[in-house]
Structure formats: structure tokens, C-alpha cells
């Protein structure tokens, strides 16, 4: 596996080619987000309201019964996709269904973050230079974007497969 290839598909699963700094990070972020997503609520946290957005926008009550129904289980969902990826942080071999965990997880920790850094299309690390915690934050977000793409690519087209 060349180095530019994070992620290799095999007959059984993906072999992972991540430096450790990655795989530090991944098990960071992981720790991170379960603290995001257990330590706050859609009402106080934009980034988390953004993880779980209404069900029924233009119905209100309706959305209340989907939530009343669904927002336990949703939220067991992404807790343990973050178990996941922090178990699997430092595995040199994924099965498909991890590496659709990982990028779930890494997707929601992109959103998160992307909310708190107010990142559009048009964002670049001009906008974030001179605040050190930002730019800490964006090349993460910068990184984890491109991570997915790469965990995107390996997946391949699922109606490519038999």
C-alpha cells in the first residue's frame, strides 16, 4: 500500500495504512465528540442541534413525537460509532462495517466542527490565522474532510459490488 493510500480494500475488509499521529488524533477526536454528544443537548449546543436537526421542520408537534420515538436511539448510533473508531483507532485492519462506523464518525466530527468554526465553501486557513486554537481546530476539520474522501474512495460504489 503506498503511503498515499491510507486505506486498502481486500476481499474481507480494508487494511489501514495511518500514521500514528493519525490514529492519536482519530482516538481524540473519538474521546472528544463522546463528550460533545453526552454533555450537551441540541438546545444549548448549535453543533449538536446540527447533528440532529427536526424531523418535521414546518411541524413542530410532530417532530417532538419523532424525537420522543427516535432522539434515544439516534443518540446510541453515534456514541458507538465514536466506540468504534476509538477501539479501532490503532487497527491495522477494518472490516467494512467499521470502516462505515469510521466514516459516519468522522463525518459527525466534521459537522461539529465545521458549526463551531462557521467553515462554508469558501473558508480557507486565511480566515482562521492569528487565533491558534482556531487554526489547531480547522487543519483538524481540514484533515478529517480529507480523510473522508479517501474513506469515500476505498468504499467504492456499493452497486459495484456483487
Given at each position: 500500500m503506498r503511503r498515499s493510500e491510507p486505506f486498502r480494500r481486500?476481499?474481507?475488509g480494508?487494511?489501514?495504512?495511518?500514521?500514528?499521529?493519525?490514529r492519536d488524533l482519530l482516538a481524540s477526536v473519538a474521546a472528544q465528540m463522546r463528550e460533545v454528544l453526552t454533555g450537551t443537548t441540541a438546545d444549548d449546543d448549535p453543533a449538536v442541534?446540527?447533528?440532529?436537526p427536526?424531523?418535521?421542520?414546518?411541524d413542530p408537534m410532530r417532530s417532538i413525537e419523532f424525537e420522543h420515538v427516535a432522539a434515544?436511539?439516534?443518540?446510541?448510533?453515534?456514541?458507538?460509532?465514536?466506540?468504534?473508531?476509538?477501539?479501532?483507532?490503532?487497527?491495522?485492519?477494518?472490516?467494512?462495517?467499521?470502516m462505515l462506523d469510521w466514516m459516519r464518525a468522522i463525518n459527525d466530527a466534521r459537522i461539529v466542527l465545521g458549526v463551531r468554526l462557521d467553515v462554508t465553501e469558501e473558508t480557507s486557513f486565511t480566515d482562521v490565522d492569528g487565533d491558534p486554537e482556531?487554526?489547531?481546530s480547522y487543519r483538524t476539520y481540514?484533515?478529517?474532510?480529507?480523510?473522508?474522501e479517501t474513506i469515500v474512495h476505498?468504499?467504492?460504489?456499493?452497486?459495484?459490488?456483487p
Open positions: 481486500d476481499d474481507d480494508f487494511a489501514v495504512a495511518l500514521p500514528r499521529a493519525a442541534a446540527r447533528l440532529f427536526q424531523a418535521y421542520p414546518d434515544d436511539d439516534l443518540q446510541r448510533d453515534r456514541l458507538e460509532r465514536f466506540d468504534v473508531l476509538a477501539r479501532t483507532a490503532k487497527a491495522r485492519w477494518l472490516t467494512e462495517e467499521q482556531r487554526v489547531g481540514a484533515y478529517l474532510s480529507a480523510l473522508l476505498a468504499l467504492g460504489d456499493p452497486t459495484d459490488r
